[in-house]
């Protein structure tokens, strides 16, 4: 091994070899460029930041985050199921030898994950798979907090069905006033499927909530027995996984919150004797926007309900709020914001843009949807008049704004304020189970309330497994 010194009197250049260790360097620029490439043989490498699993029955998603941009290279195996990945220039630090850990036994999809040198200045991972998936890998730019991210989301070869999942629910007697199909089965025995049940959350203080001018009205009972056939209700999350959504200043994620409030309405809707409910995420796992529309669409919902805590430029933001979609404008300064915020998810989710569906696309950009915003606002009085029982209002009418998710022409659609996660007062309240009890209540009488005076219309095309 030769070593040699630089003009300057500097360090030492070592471990060089081949025709470089025979050339004369004039100066410290040329000794200095020398050196950097002689440290690897090649370019200064890249180091991994943060890796991240999330686990859930539509995919599992693996996130390397790293300083600069990864090339890499992947390929499918078969005979057992792999799926390869090449990092190029990549450092294998603790925090890419910790992405093993990352996996659990309830990882659907994913057995183990090995981590190792591959040949110089290529680091190798192999991802052990319980079952043949649809892999996409992708990268995304630096957004938010974020740097650079490269995605792995491993779909099942036949995607999750959320119509199938619903219709498991359902009991005969049900199917029968509903119009709705059962699903056959070998035994024809339905299977019986708990109702979601909240997910316990650490105790916590209980604060009281905040006095209202409007107190809870209880359903007048020539209302209540007004609806013919049965009621399908998507319930909304909002964020998720890689999303977290807005942060309060005691650290409270939102996407826990939606989440935890999302369980409880959907245990509280399928209570109902007519109605019955799905959610577009059952856990910490981030959905795009498009896809919350889609499989609304896919059960057919006669109600689209998308839950969030947001947060706003000043702290002193407070109060509940429903908001609808708007084909103009939207019907203040705040309302505008929030809109613009959410939906900017996608970047921060990340969406894997070379995948299209024309037919959503479609359904997305379609302006045809008076009928639907008209509704919208109906069943948003009903709701925010129940809220205002629970929680003074931010504002006293529904407001509206562009927001991407409440996009579907055929599905009213509303996105429940449940507080503002920014104002630490409701940050706490946001984080009480008792009070994320009461605004499920408050929605579910809402809807009861908007349903009993506008009964949904005889499907003419029920929802059927295609």
């Given at each position: 091994?030769?070593r040699?010194?630089?003009?300057?009197g500097?360090?030492?250049?070592?471990?060089?070899?081949?025709?470089?260790?025979?050339r004369?360097f004039?100066?410290?620029?040329?000794?200095?460029?020398?050196l950097?490439?002689?440290?690897?043989?090649?370019a200064?490498?890249?180091?991994v930041l943060?890796?991240?699993v999330?686990?859930?029955k539509?995919y599992?998603?693996i996130?390397?985050?790293s300083?600069?941009?990864v090339?890499?290279?992947?390929?499918?195996?078969?005979n057992?199921?792999?799926l390869v990945v090449d990092?190029?220039?990549?450092e294998?630090?603790?925090?890419?030898q910790?992405?093993?850990?990352?996996?659990?036994?309830?990882?659907?999809?994913?057995?183990?994950i090995?981590?190792?040198?591959?040949?110089?200045?290529v680091?190798r991972?192999?991802?052990?798979?319980?079952t043949?998936?649809t892999?996409?890998?992708?990268?995304?730019?630096?957004?938010?907090?974020y740097?650079?991210?490269?995605?792995l989301?491993?779909?099942?070869?036949e995607?999750?069905?959320?119509?199938l999942a619903?219709?498991e629910?359902?009991?005969?007697?049900e199917?029968?006033a509903?119009?709705?199909?059962?699903?056959?089965?070998p035994?024809?025995?339905?299977?019986?499927t708990?109702?979601?049940?909240?997910?316990?959350?650490p105790?916590q203080a209980?604060p009281e909530?905040?006095?209202?001018s409007e107190?809870?009205?209880p359903?007048?009972?020539?209302e209540e027995?007004?609806v013919s056939?049965?009621?399908?209700i998507a319930i909304?999350?909002?964020?998720g996984?890689?999303?977290?959504g807005?942060?309060?200043?005691?650290?409270s994620?939102e996407?826990?919150?939606?989440?935890s409030?999302?369980?409880?309405?959907?245990?509280?809707?399928d209570?109902?004797p007519?109605?019955?409910?799905?959610?577009?995420?059952?856990?910490?796992?981030?959905?795009?926007l498009?896809?919350?529309?889609?499989?609304?669409r896919?059960?057919?919902?006669?109600?689209?309900?998308s839950?969030h805590?947001d947060?706003?430029?000043?702290?002193t933001?407070r109060?509940?709020?429903?908001?609808?979609l708007s084909?103009k404008?939207a019907?203040?300064?705040?309302?505008?914001?929030?809109a613009?915020?959410?939906?900017?998810a996608d970047?921060?989710?990340?969406v894997?843009?070379?995948?299209?569906?024309?037919h959503?696309a479609?359904?997305?950009?379609?302006?045809?949807?008076?009928?639907?915003?008209?509704?919208s606002l109906k069943?948003?009085?009903?709701?925010l008049?129940?809220l205002?029982?629970?929680?003074?209002?931010?504002k006293g009418?529904?407001?509206?704004a562009?927001?991407a998710?409440?996009?579907a022409p055929?599905?009213p659609s509303?996105?429940?304020?449940?507080?503002?996660?920014?104002n630490?007062?409701?940050?706490?309240?946001?984080?009480?189970?008792?009070?994320?009890?009461?605004?499920a209540?408050a929605i579910v009488r809402g809807?009861r309330r908007y349903?009993?005076?506008n009964?949904?219309?005889?499907?003419?095309?029920?929802?059927?497994?295609?």
């Amino acid at each position: 091994m030769s070593r040699k010194f630089h003009r300057d009197g500097g360090l030492p250049v070592s471990g060089l070899v081949g025709p470089l260790t025979r050339r004369r360097f004039i100066g410290s620029t040329g000794a200095a460029l020398l050196l950097l490439v002689s440290r690897t043989g090649q370019a200064a490498q890249t180091s991994v930041l943060a890796v991240r699993v999330w686990p859930a029955k539509d995919y599992t998603r693996i996130t390397l985050e790293s300083r600069d941009p990864v090339v890499f290279t992947h390929q499918s195996v078969h005979n057992p199921e792999r799926l390869v990945v090449d990092l190029e220039g990549v450092e294998l630090n603790d925090i890419l030898q910790s992405l093993p850990t990352k996996i659990t036994g309830q990882d659907p999809y994913i057995q183990l994950i090995r981590a190792g040198r591959n040949r110089p200045g290529v680091v190798r991972l192999v991802i052990e798979l319980k079952t043949e998936v649809t892999p996409q890998v992708f990268t995304l730019r630096p957004v938010g907090e974020y740097g650079h991210r490269l995605v792995l989301d491993l779909y099942p070869v036949e995607p999750v069905d959320p119509l199938l999942a619903l219709l498991e629910k359902i009991s005969p007697e049900e199917a029968a006033a509903g119009g709705a199909p059962t699903p056959r089965r070998p035994d024809d025995k339905p299977r019986k499927t708990a109702a979601a049940q909240p997910k316990p959350q650490p105790p916590q203080a209980r604060p009281e909530a905040a006095p209202s001018s409007e107190p809870p009205r209880p359903t007048p009972p020539e209302e209540e027995d007004n609806v013919s056939r049965l009621i399908t209700i998507a319930i909304d999350p909002g964020h998720g996984g890689e999303d977290p959504g807005a942060v309060g200043s005691a650290g409270s994620f939102e996407k826990h919150v939606t989440l935890s409030v999302g369980r409880r309405l959907k245990a509280k809707i399928d209570a109902q004797p007519n109605m019955r409910a799905m959610l577009t995420r059952d856990a910490d796992y981030f959905v795009p926007l498009q896809q919350r529309v889609a499989k609304a669409r896919r059960v057919q919902a006669d109600l689209f309900v998308s839950i969030h805590a947001d947060a706003f430029i000043s702290p002193t933001a407070r109060g509940s709020s429903v908001f609808v979609l708007s084909e103009k404008g939207a019907s203040s300064t705040a309302a505008r914001w929030l809109a613009q915020k959410e939906n900017a998810a996608d970047l921060i989710g990340g969406v894997n843009l070379g995948v299209k569906d024309s037919h959503l696309a479609r359904t997305l950009l379609d302006l045809s949807q008076t009928a639907a915003i008209n509704d919208s606002l109906k069943v948003g009085k009903a709701v925010l008049g129940e809220l205002g029982g629970i929680n003074r209002l931010h504002k006293g009418e529904v407001e509206q704004a562009s927001f991407a998710v409440l996009k579907a022409p055929d599905i009213p659609s509303i996105l429940v304020e449940t507080a503002f996660i920014s104002n630490p007062e409701e940050e706490a309240r946001l984080n009480d189970e008792a009070y994320q009890d009461r605004m499920a209540e408050a929605i579910v009488r809402g809807l009861r309330r908007y349903f009993a005076r506008n009964p949904p219309m005889a499907k003419s095309k029920l929802a059927r497994l295609d």
